[in-house]
């Protein structure tokens, strides 16, 4: 049982750069929608808000019939606002450290739960991954002396091995509403503790093929 207690999915864009005409939370890899992959992986934990704006029906939809009991929260401006104003949206009423995660990851299962362990005792805490995609915010990374990483910057023109991941657990307050991006949001409080996840974000057709052939690798694995 993860000692995170909270998680947020921003699952309210337009998916407007993979142009598929709906929310990235709704494509399927591997035969499930990305959402479903999701909340598989969050089963342990208590309480799950997802922050839906467009096509919501199809998006509740969905995720009522995976799991009833989450909460749906509503970002009516999802069209001109960012990824941070969902997550803040999602916690904003929170007291406790909450997982923010973007709608469109697939995560290998056994990384995904070890940096839910971690969180449970590490907050703040960022995932990293290992740079594919292409267009991935790159993260500087040190170590300390026993092999943890920390973030110490963010760059898009910079590329580094490693690149955000797109999930962080954070404590209360520390999101802004009508915020830039996340990662520009992040970068204020570097050096940040980091933990390697194996996952797979997609922003083009590119990036799906790839992602595709990722989620079949767990399928084969479960």
């Not at 923010?100 to 971690?118: K, Q, T």
């Amino acid at each position: 049982m993860p000692l995170v207690k909270n998680a947020v999915i921003a699952a309210a864009g337009l998916g407007s750069r993979l142009g598929h005409g709906k929310p990235k939370c709704l494509v399927e890899v591997a035969g499930k929608p990305i959402l479903e992959w999701q909340l598989r992986l969050l089963d342990d934990v208590e309480d799950i808000r997802i922050v839906v704006g467009y096509m919501e029906q199809d998006v509740v939809r969905l995720a009522l019939s995976l799991r009833p009991d989450v909460v749906i929260v509503r970002n009516p401006a999802f069209r001109s606002t960012t990824t941070q104003q969902s997550y803040w949206l999602g916690g904003r009423y929170l007291k406790d450290p909450c997982v923010y995660m973007d709608g469109d990851i697939i995560f290998d299962p056994a990384s995904f739960h070890a940096f839910l362990d971690r969180a449970g005792k590490v907050c703040p805490l960022i995932a990293i991954a290992a740079s594919k995609t292409e267009q991935a915010v790159f993260a500087e990374t040190i170590q300390d002396g026993n092999g943890d990483f920390k973030v110490s910057a963010f760059s898009r023109s910079n590329k580094t091995p490693w690149e955000w991941a797109n999930i962080a657990c954070l404590p209360a307050g520390m999101l802004q509403e009508n915020g830039g991006d996340v990662f520009s949001r992040l970068a204020g409080f570097t050096p940040l503790n980091a933990q390697c996840v194996e996952c797979f974000e997609f922003d083009t057709d590119a990036d799906l093929v790839q992602a595709e052939k990722f989620g079949q690798k767990i399928r084969s694995q479960s």
